[in-house]
C-alpha cells in the first residue's frame, strides 16, 4: 500500500454552510456524521460544489478548521486550493495544510488563460507541488477554466514525486484508459460525473469527487463495492438508481441543487451566497421527486 493509496476513493464536495445572513456558518450538525456512516472515504472542502470563490481568505481557513474539527473517522480531508497566481496557491495550499487538510485539489489557472502555455501550466503545478507539505491533486473541469487539461499534459507531467493524482471533470471519459496507462497505478485518477461512477471505474478511475455523492453517499458506496467486488450487475443496478438524480446536478442544478437537496435530507446548509441564486421554487418539486426516485427521502416525504 502507497502512502496516498486513501485517495483511490469517493470524496463528496461538501457544500459550505451560510447563515441567512450570508455569513459563513458551522457545518449542520449530524452531516458530517451522516456521510461518515455511508462509507465514503472523506470530504472536499471548497470545492466548486462548496462555492470556493466565494469565500475570503480568511473565511476559506476558518471553514477548514471546522471541517477538520468535527470530521469523525476515518474521513480523509481534501481542500481546495488553487488559484491564479502560483504564489498565492501555495500560501493557500500551505495554509489548509495548517489547518489539518490532508490533500490539495487545485483547479488550474485560467483568468489569464490565452497565455497559459503547457509550459506555464507545468512549471506551476510543479512549483506548488515542490512547496506543499500535503499531497497535490490536479483539478481539470474546462467549464469553469475555459480550456482543458490533455491526457497528454496530465501525463508529461505526473511523474512528480508530490503529484498525487487529479480530478477529472472534462466529462470525457474515454480519455480515463490513455490517462490509466500513461499515469501509472499510484496517481489517483478521480472522476467528477457522480451518474457516471461506474463507467469511469471500468475505464480506468479509482474513485470520484462527485456532487451526487453529498446526496448519495451511501448508493454511490454501493456502486463502488459492487464494482470492486466484480458484482457488475449490483454494481449497475446501483448506478441506475441514483442516475437521474446526478444527471440533473450535471445537467443544471449545480451548487444550488445541492443546496436545495441536503436541506431536503435534514442538513441545511443555507442559500448559495450572492449573486449565485437559490434553486427556483419551481424546480424544488421536481428535486425532491427525483430524491424520492432515488430512494433517498423518508416515505413521509417521498409521498
Partial sequence: ???????????????????????LAEPPTGWLEFLAGCGLDGVVALGSNGEAPALTEGERVQWIRAIRKGLPKPLRLIAGTGADSTVATIERTRAAADEGAEAALLIAPHYFRRQLTPEALRRHYHAVADASPIPVLIYNIPPHMGYDLTAEWIIAIAGHPNLAGMKESSGDLSRLPTLREGVGE??????????????????GADGSIAALADLAPAGSVRVRNAWRAHH?????????????????????????????GVRMLGFDHGDPRPPLPALPAS?????????????????????
Avoid: C, H
Avoid at 191 to 202: H, I, M, P, S, V
Fill in 186 to 203: 499510484d496517481f489517483a485518477i478521480l472522476t467528477g460525473a457522480g451518474e457516471k461512477l461506474l463507467d469511469a471505474l471500468l475505464a
Fill in 1 to 23: 500500500m502507497g502512502a496516498n493509496d486513501w485517495l483511490k476513493g469517493l470524496f463528496p464536495p461538501i457544500p459550505t454552510a451560510f447563515d441567512a445572513d450570508g455569513s
Fill in 283 to 303: 424546480e424544488l418539486p421536481v428535486l425532491q421527486g427525483l430524491l424520492a426516485q432515488a430512494q433517498l427521502l423518508p416515505r413521509a416525504l417521498a409521498s
Fill in 232 to 260: 457488475l450487475e449490483q454494481a449497475r443496478r446501483e448506478q441506475q438508481l441514483i442516475a437521474p438524480l446526478g444527471q440533473a446536478l450535471s445537467a443544471g442544478y449545480g451548487v444550488p441543487g445541492v443546496k436545495a
